[in-house]
């Protein structure tokens, strides 16, 4: 299914594209693929390059390990998410190597994963992050050291049948993509004042 | 100048050639670019579609608004950022509307401000993020409201002169990319067990 983003400003195919389904075929993400996707989350900025983002990555053709990940999210996520053929759980390094906290972590963190997102668009894939996971369990199973946080999930593939999902997923897999306007985000000059574009 | 991501690994155009330069040419952005920037944002995906991102867009063209959006960066960064035509100085909403925290406010701000910078290579343009800010005069001189934190800054524009800049920024300028290997971020099963791709 296309959602594209409903805008008559000109954007980038793989940004307009870009939405998170719930519906996943259990088509396998190729080896080229999935290492596309790390080298672009690699190639993101961060202050003072530090690159704070980790990924636990688990394929479903990796078996137990798959079933570990999928287990470390709130059984709401599991539902959908297990069919999906790749699991990312995502952690950032919360300090800078001299002890100070880096306030840039989750930020940084965030743009990694959109710059994989979007190279996901651009191979066909979807990619649907989740904020519902269980954050004492994946620092337990996968032996997180201490000054990381566990972020996010995300599950990864090509896309399913919408009919696959029912009741509210099936709600929420159709209902139309939406946005605030600009004016509520972008300002000039003082806060609340829209910017004049 | 150029500075393309140095990998094998095939990545799309606008994630491979985006690098933060500091020597801005003045030519303005128009203000079509400036608009897809915006749309770029607008359509990042966020935790409950909660989009809490905040921009305050300052364009040079703008005269006094201009110079006050860059006497909110620290010196250093004022030295290079003030021949750049666009600052934008970025805030997020750090709560949902319920008063709970939201724990991904920074991190979906991040992945906001990542479309917005792959939407900027697209067209040409670069953006260089800023850490250094003066958070409490971005505060007071735009009356941020309770709930709100800034995060950082960005100043885009075209490429300009690589020798308008000297000494240590030069060197800055001209230094290749470097990222930590992949084997280094994205683990499989346990934490720092490279995943095998």
Same mark, same amino acid.
């Given at each position: 299914?296309?959602?594209?983003?409903?805008? !008559? &400003?000109?954007?980038?195919? *793989?940004?307009?594209?870009?939405?998170?389904? /719930?519906?996943?075929?259990?088509?396998?993400?190729?080896?080229?693929?999935?290492?596309?996707?790390?080298?672009?989350? /690699?190639?993101?900025?961060?202050?003072?390059?530090?690159?704070?983002? /980790?990924?636990?990555?688990?394929?479903? !053709?990796?078996?137990? %390990?798959?079933?570990?990940?999928?287990?470390?999210?709130?059984?709401?996520? *599991?539902?959908?998410? *297990?069919?999906?053929?790749?699991?990312?759980?995502?952690?950032? *390094?919360?300090?800078?190597?001299?002890?100070?906290?880096?306030?840039?972590?989750?930020?940084?963190?965030?743009?990694?994963?959109?710059?994989?997102?979007?190279?996901?668009?651009?191979?066909?894939?979807?990619?649907?992050?989740?904020?519902?996971?269980?954050?004492?369990?994946?620092?337990? &199973?996968?032996?997180? =050291?201490?000054?990381?946080?566990?972020?996010?999930?995300?599950?990864?593939?090509?896309?399913? %049948? &919408?009919?696959?999902?029912?009741?509210?997923?099936? !709600?929420?897999?159709?209902? =139309?993509?939406? /946005?605030?306007?600009?004016? %509520?985000?972008?300002?000039?000059?003082?806060?609340?004042?829209?910017?004049?574009?």
């Amino acid at each position: 299914m296309k959602k594209p983003a409903i805008s !008559d &400003t000109p954007i980038l195919d *793989q940004l307009r594209d870009r939405w998170s389904p /719930r519906a996943f075929s259990n088509r396998p993400v190729p080896l080229e693929s999935l290492r596309s996707l790390m080298e672009a989350a /690699r190639w993101a900025p961060s202050c003072f390059n530090v690159q704070p983002w /980790r990924f636990i990555v688990a394929t479903r !053709d990796g078996g137990d %390990e798959f079933q570990t990940a999928l287990s470390c999210l709130v059984e709401g996520n *599991q539902k959908w998410a *297990q069919h999906a053929p790749l699991l990312l759980l995502v952690a950032a *390094q919360m300090n800078f190597d001299d002890g100070k906290k880096n306030p840039h972590a989750f930020y940084d963190t965030g743009q990694a994963m959109a710059h994989l997102s979007v190279q996901a668009t651009a191979l066909g894939l979807f990619i649907h992050q989740m904020a519902g996971i269980v954050h004492d369990k994946i620092v337990q &199973t996968y032996g997180l =050291p201490d000054g990381f946080e566990t972020v996010c999930a995300a599950a990864i593939g090509y896309y399913g %049948e &919408t009919d696959s999902l029912d009741g509210k997923l099936h !709600d929420m897999e159709v209902a =139309p993509r939406a /946005r605030r306007a600009l004016s %509520e985000s972008f300002f000039s000059g003082a806060w609340d004042r829209p910017a004049a574009v």
